[in-house]
């Protein structure tokens, strides 16, 4: 009899460790492939700028603060969001900010003013900002310290391919397709709903929503389930703002995010320009510019592996190595003639060497200030980062409407690279 009892209780563990294990691997598929769609609503406005600049006559100085009110509006919004992930939960926050942001991309394309569409735009990046740091709480209720690098390798790297949708479906609308630059911000940001409905359906909150999964983490890597009232808004907000590192860590990602969207911004107008369509150039250039996003994507895989695997999760190691190569992947770019091979592989790298740092630094969340205030931290963090990426939209506009020359970015971008490289020396985490 007793033989019985211990088998029943022997299968019962293993029954819910298999649970547990089923649940948690549903949550990093599902979170990552909601945000896998969130690009498509916020990326897309470089494919735009020769349509406003043609039908409303905008500058690409004016164009730059749309894009730098996008930025400072998603910047803001992570600093409440983040924190409202850890409340409210990361699934919910998630599904809202999809719908929410396919509502004001549609708002968007009715513009007709400067005004309009700075107001619109910026709207939507406060509904984009309801994805990245809610998901990421999400991820931290289901996976420990242990598997951190590889959770937030896959969690951004499919934030690196949704910038390569976010490019294709672009290129589609107005070259396969042949429709009007207003279409980008109607059709590309339904692809959100598709994501928004495979998190309702197949992705659970977290351990304790489910009756067959209790406090087994321990045994599979995850940490043990905490429960929320533990810390206050307050207490979370208290707890990552009086921490130097975070601040280190917000200047040297600050200079990487910047470097990040000067080329999603700016390299799409640098090789299309307003002839696009025309071009004699030996590979059609908008296929060039895909080569960027499918490189961000493959590098943001392949940092927070490396510093698990190679660094001995010393994140700020692989996030020098990776900036002091953007550096100089970015300088050459400024010598490639446009429609050759070179500018491709070239603009790959930029692109895997620019963005890949993305995944340490996220990882650096849960790193330094625990599951608890996961969400929290994103949010502050990635409100710093942001507010570096808004400064820079208009700063490169006006320079590019100065000298006339798009290659400008490229230098700019290698000096934001050194920058982080250099502050990024003084992460010892």
Wanted: glycine content about 10%; charged content about 10%.
């Amino acid at each position: 009899m007793p033989s019985n009892t211990t088998d029943a209780s022997q299968y019962t563990s293993e029954e819910r460790n298999a649970s547990f294990t089923n649940y948690k691997w549903r949550a990093l598929i599902g979170v990552t492939f909601c945000y896998l769609f969130y690009y498509t609503g916020r990326q897309t406005l470089g494919f735009a700028v020769a349509g406003l600049q043609h039908d409303y006559g905008l500058s690409k100085y004016q164009i730059g603060w749309i894009s730098a009110t996008m930025l400072w509006c998603y910047a803001g919004g992570q600093f409440i969001n983040g924190n409202l992930g850890d409340k409210l939960g990361g699934k919910t926050m998630m599904i809202a900010g999809a719908v929410l942001s396919l509502a004001a991309n549609w708002l968007f394309s009715f513009g007709h003013t400067f005004v309009f569409f700075l107001l619109a735009w910026g709207l939507n990046g406060y509904f984009q900002s309801m994805g990245f740091a809610p998901g990421s709480r999400l991820l931290t209720n289901w996976w420990g310290h242990k598997h951190r690098g590889f959770v937030y390798g896959v969690y951004v790297g499919f934030s690196g391919f949704s910038s390569v949708l976010a490019y294709i479906l672009p290129v589609v609308i107005l070259g396969t397709m042949q429709l009007g630059w207003v279409w980008i911000f109607r059709l590309a940001p339904l692809s959100m709903l598709v994501g928004a409905l495979v998190l309702l359906l197949f992705v659970s909150e977290r351990p304790a929503a489910r009756d067959s999964v209790t406090a087994e983490q321990s045994s599979t890597g995850a940490t043990s389930v905490e429960p929320d009232e533990e810390l206050t808004s307050a207490q979370r907000y208290a707890l990552v703002i009086k921490d130097w590192r975070l601040y280190i860590t917000g200047l040297a990602l600050g200079f990487q995010n910047a470097a990040r969207y000067a080329l999603v911004v700016w390299v799409p107008v640098h090789f299309l320009g307003m002839d696009w369509k025309t071009s004699t150039t030996l590979i059609d250039p908008k296929w060039i510019t895909v080569a960027l996003p499918i490189g961000m994507a493959l590098g943001s895989l392949s940092n927070s592996w490396i510093s698990d695997v190679l660094f001995q999760r010393r994140r700020y190691v692989a996030i020098v190595w990776y900036m002091v190569l953007a550096c100089a992947t970015a300088i050459l770019m400024m010598f490639v003639p446009h429609g050759s091979v070179i500018a491709i592989a070239l603009l790959f790298l930029c692109g895997f060497f620019v963005f890949g740092p993305a995944s340490s630094f996220w990882a650096l969340c849960p790193d330094i200030f625990g599951r608890r205030a996961a969400g929290t931290a994103t949010g502050v963090l990635n409100t710093m980062s942001y507010l570096f990426a808004g400064i820079g939209e208009p700063a490169i506009g006006h320079i590019i409407d100065t000298t006339g020359h798009t290659s400008i970015i490229f230098p700019v971008v290698a000096g934001l690279c050194a920058a982080s490289a250099v502050l990024s020396l003084l992460i010892k985490r």
